[in-house]
């Protein structure tokens, strides 16, 4: 069955043509990698798939058309953006609590259990740290969401070597089951070779 499907899908943003017609399809129980370098078009592209701003062409994610039915969509898709932020102030209990309470499809036993093979600490402050736990944090959360669809923009910009080889294996040996679709940017593409079914 198709996860993803757009024809002729474009945006632009004044004089800026951030995408220019382009067609996608991702069949469910897919990794797929859009890789690109900076000011490529992917960001855009998730944004469009994920219902975040409105674009021209066809597009269909889950049965569904993002932009009119985002609330819906959202029900089966998790999103860590590039610029994903927690709140810096909370504790990583209070954050578990939270997701709880507003995401029907969230296992909390489940994100514990991810985060026990971490160094993170649940009475730790998000302040309190690194970026690469920050960012096993987040992939936590959303692996615990019993979703069809997740979407990764850059999940491991800026982190180092052994963050990210930590971050592709979990969601691969952790996350991925061959039922869900998982679609990830980022421009290094050789850490995110052997994880991908799919490349555009």
């Given at each position: 069955?198709?996860c993803i499907e757009a024809r002729g899908l474009r945006k632009v943003f004044g004089s800026t043509i951030?995408?220019?017609?382009?067609?996608?399809?991702?069949?469910?129980?897919?990794?797929?990698?859009?890789?690109?370098?900076?000011?490529?078009?992917?960001?855009?592209?998730?944004?469009?798939?994920?219902?975040?701003?409105?674009?021209?062409?066809?597009?269909?994610?889950?049965?569904?058309?993002?932009?009119?039915?985002?609330?819906?969509?959202?029900?089966?898709?998790?999103?860590?953006?590039?610029?994903?932020?927690?709140?810096?102030?909370?504790?990583?209990?209070?954050?578990?609590?939270?997701?709880?309470?507003?995401?029907?499809?969230?296992?909390?036993?489940?994100?514990?259990?991810?985060?026990?093979?971490?160094?993170?600490?649940?009475?730790?402050?998000?302040?309190?740290?690194?970026?690469?736990?920050?960012?096993?944090?987040?992939?936590?959360?959303?692996?615990?969401?019993?979703?069809?669809?997740?979407?990764?923009?850059?999940?491991?910009?800026?982190?180092?070597?052994?963050?990210?080889?930590?971050?592709?294996?979990?969601?691969?040996?952790?996350?991925?089951?061959?039922?869900?679709?998982?679609?990830?940017?980022?421009?290094?593409?050789?850490?995110?070779?052997?994880?991908?079914?799919?490349?555009?």
């Amino acid at each position: 069955m198709t996860c993803i499907e757009a024809r002729g899908l474009r945006k632009v943003f004044g004089s800026t043509i951030a995408l220019d017609g382009v067609d996608l399809r991702v069949d469910e129980g897919r990794i797929l990698g859009l890789i690109g370098p900076n000011g490529a078009g992917k960001t855009t592209a998730l944004n469009a798939i994920v219902g975040l701003t409105p674009y021209e062409g066809t597009l269909n994610v889950l049965g569904r058309d993002p932009w009119r039915q985002r609330e819906e969509l959202m029900r089966d898709v998790s999103f860590i953006a590039d610029v994903a932020v927690l709140p810096r102030w909370i504790r990583v209990s209070q954050l578990l609590e939270y997701v709880a309470g507003v995401h029907p499809r969230f296992d909390r036993a489940k994100a514990e259990g991810f985060l026990s093979k971490t160094s993170i600490k649940v009475g730790s402050k998000v302040r309190e740290l690194s970026k690469g736990m920050v960012t096993q944090l987040h992939l936590a959360l959303v692996m615990a969401m019993d979703v069809k669809l997740l979407i990764l923009d850059e999940p491991t910009l800026g982190l180092d070597i052994l963050y990210r080889k930590q971050f592709y294996d979990s969601l691969l040996n952790d996350y991925f089951d061959g039922s869900r679709t998982i679609v990830v940017t980022t421009h290094e593409v050789e850490e995110v070779e052997h994880v991908l079914t799919d490349v555009k």
